[in-house]
């Protein structure tokens, strides 16, 4: 999605130069053939704060402000405020460049699947006879779409969504903190429909996710997402939350299967580094398969997600024969 993504870039974003300042930047210094709309906007977001650090009250910015580096440093053509203005003023422009990559970005995720889109990739998978020996099934992701909620109403897998009853539509946090009965869709950077809630007073310390709308309001802070990826250990909630009950089902889990994840992450590296050799692990993705001693001995299934393989062989036709033997392995 995130490659795909940056096909479908309007004119006016493409032909920006700061875009294709951090495009450049980021081809030339991360040796990549190909930049997904998530590194440029990491990028961004890492350029916003450092040029925050001198635009803002801090010592650099007392500095700058007063002239003073001129006087230690004795000589140069140093003018502190021209480098506040000019730092403030890109900082405008990696704002409205980031805004109209994030609007961009609420408005084709939160597209819903079509029967014939999910038919040809999840729902095999959901409805997988194999699916039924597990006492529990946990779906976990990085996405931020709502394909992963389609599909598993569609599916009716056993499957918790994790939403509160109500009138007000609400991610119910207790289902993560709690001992589940039934396995969830855990979306460890978030998703595009939800935003932060107000609690009921000011000393409350629930934590309220509004979820339903996907639509871009122009202030992106305001929404519950990990974007664009995520580095580091999750400090603030719910994201502590799901990374806990990540951990905790990753160590019960008998068999676990990758479909296309990117191992990036740090944080989530560290967690798989707990697989060990328990359980059974495969790796569903056409491309090589990644260097990490949890994989090594991992089942690597080459064909494309979605593929139509072996038609006419009954309900789970869509599936990799070699996928659906190691279902029913035990």
């Not at 819903?112 to 095999?124: A, F, G």
């Not at 944080?267 to 707990?274: C, P």
Request: with cysteine; aromatic share 8%.
């Amino acid at each position: 999605m995130a490659l795909d993504f940056r096909k479908r870039l309007p004119e006016d974003i493409i032909s920006n130069r700061l875009f294709q300042a951090v495009e450049s930047c980021v081809l030339r210094t991360q040796g990549l053939s190909q930049v997904d709309i998530e590194h440029i906007l990491w990028e961004l977001n890492a350029a916003r704060a450092a040029f925050a650090q001198v635009s803002s009250g801090t010592f650099a910015a007392e500095l700058l402000a007063t002239n003073q580096i001129r006087q230690i440093i004795g000589d140069g053509a140093v003018s502190g405020q021209s480098i506040i203005q000019v730092t403030s003023a890109i900082g405008h422009h990696i704002d409205a460049l980031a805004d109209k990559i994030n609007a961009l970005v609420y408005k084709l995720y939160s597209k819903t699947p079509s029967v014939e889109e999910l038919d040809r990739t999840w729902m095999p998978l959901l409805t997988a006879d194999g699916l039924q020996k597990f006492d529990k099934i946990d779906v976990v992701t990085t996405n931020y779409d709502m394909v992963l909620e389609t599909a598993i109403r569609k599916s009716k897998t056993n499957v918790s969504l994790g939403y509160a009853d109500g009138i007000f539509q609400e991610v119910d946090i207790n289902q993560w903190a709690g001992e589940s009965q039934r396995g969830l869709l855990t979306k460890l950077h978030g998703s595009v429909d939800w935003m932060r809630g107000e609690p009921e007073d000011d000393e409350s310390t629930d934590i309220i996710i509004r979820r339903g709308n996907p639509n871009f309001y122009g202030n992106h802070s305001d929404r519950l997402i990990l974007y664009p990826g995520f580095k580091g250990m999750a400090s603030r909630e719910p994201f502590n939350t799901f990374h806990t009950y990540f951990r905790k089902q990753i160590r019960a889990a008998t068999h676990i299967l990758f479909i296309g994840f990117a191992f990036r992450d740090e944080h989530i590296e560290t967690i798989l580094q707990e697989i060990g050799s328990n359980g059974q692990v495969a790796n569903w993705n056409p491309a090589d398969q990644p260097e990490r001693s949890y994989l090594k001995d991992a089942l690597h299934i080459k064909e494309p997600f979605g593929a139509q393989i072996n038609v006419g062989l009954g309900s789970n036709s869509n599936l990799p024969s070699k996928l659906v033997e190691w279902l029913h392995s035990e």
